[in-house]
Structures are given as C-alpha cells and as structure tokens.
C-alpha cells in the first residue's frame, strides 16, 4: 500500500503562483511514476504532469512553460511549482503514484486550487 498526502492549495489571484507538495509513505518499492492529475467541475480528471526520472517530465499543453513538476526521492516527495496560474487552472489537484507491478494508480485526498480575483 502507498499513501499520498497533498498540500498547498489555495486562493491565488491570476498571474499568482502556488506550490502543491505530495507526501508519499508505505510501499514505495514498486512505484514507477508519479504525476499530478486535475479536475475542474464538471469535468473528466485529466493529466498535469507526471515524473519518471530526473531527466524525463512530461506535461500537459496547457500547463508547459508555467508549470513545474520535480521531485526529492530522499524524502519521497512529489512538488508543482505552479507559476502564472490562471483561471482555468482552477481545480482539485491530485497527487498520483503509478505501480508498474501492481499495474495500480494510487491517489491522494487532493487540494483545491481556486485562481480568481
């Protein structure tokens, strides 16, 4: 089992920034990826950024040049640097963990991002 606690959610006004952190604990071992999911009200959870390696990241478009995803293994931390947040950027962001031998996606409770002024 993995557990996944996120934090640093909030109210921005647009061209704000925030920085969401992912707490991972348990049985690490077999996570391949990690990534940061979205979803606004009325809609389908979509794909922020995931992680794989220091060297590979991989964003949405409509995330890429704004966003940040990044990563301490030492402490089994998971980061998104979010700059010139928007309002369409407001959603629950969830922190994701995929298991490639479990073929499992672990999910935390997810923090609201409002950007409104």
């Known amino acids: 089992q993995v557990q996944l606690v996120e934090s640093g959610g909030g109210l921005v006004q647009p061209g704000g920034s925030l920085r969401l952190s992912c707490a991972a604990s348990g049985s690490l071992f077999s996570i391949n990826r990690r990534g940061w999911f979205r979803q606004a009200p009325g809609k389908e959870r979509e794909l922020v950024a995931i992680?794989?390696?220091?060297?590979?990241?991989n964003y949405a478009d409509s995330v890429k040049g704004r966003f940040t995803i990044s990563r301490d293994s030492a402490k089994n931390m998971l980061y998104l640097q979010m700059n010139s947040l928007k309002p369409e950027d407001t959603a629950v962001y969830y922190c994701?963990?995929?298991?490639?031998?479990?073929?499992?996606?672990?999910w935390g409770q997810g923090t609201q991002v409002t950007v409104s002024s």
């Open positions: 992680i794989i390696s220091d060297t590979y990241t």
């Open positions: 994701n963990a995929y298991s490639g031998l479990q073929k499992y996606d672990y």
